[in-house]
Nanobody
């Protein structure tokens, strides 16, 4: 599985961004896709995950502001981010694995990351 994240950029606090992650593989619909983020000097943090059937889960810091979705026809997972805060600034990574887990160790494949910067 190869993952390619995109859509990061610079946005003002309160703004929105949509990240995309394109995945390879003929069994895309069976993967769990997740988003994690890592700010400088901090550990990688769980953001959200979605199963092949559409079950989704979120980290506490983004609940109510971020929405994960997937398009199995396009082999793509999205992360719609709204009401962005400076503390959302990080490199965002997509990952795939067998479980909709918040643990990085449960994901087998990782994309290269896309930078999101939220200015105050």
């Amino acid at each position: 599985v190869q993952l390619q994240a995109s859509g990061g950029g610079l946005v003002q606090a309160g703004g929105s961004l949509r990240l995309s992650c394109a995945a390879s593989g003929r069994t895309f619909s069976s993967y769990v896709l997740g988003w994690f983020r890592q700010a400088p000097g901090k550990e990688r943090e769980f953001v959200s995950a979605i199963s092949g059937s559409g079950y989704s889960t979120y980290g506490d810091s983004v609940k109510g502001r971020f929405t994960i979705s997937r398009d199995n026809n396009k082999n793509t997972v999205y992360l719609q981010m709204t009401s962005l805060k400076p503390e959302d600034t990080a490199v965002y990574y997509c990952a795939s694995g067998p479980y909709a887990s918040s643990r990085t160790t449960d994901y087998n494949y990782w994309g290269q990351g896309t930078q999101v910067t939220v200015s105050s």
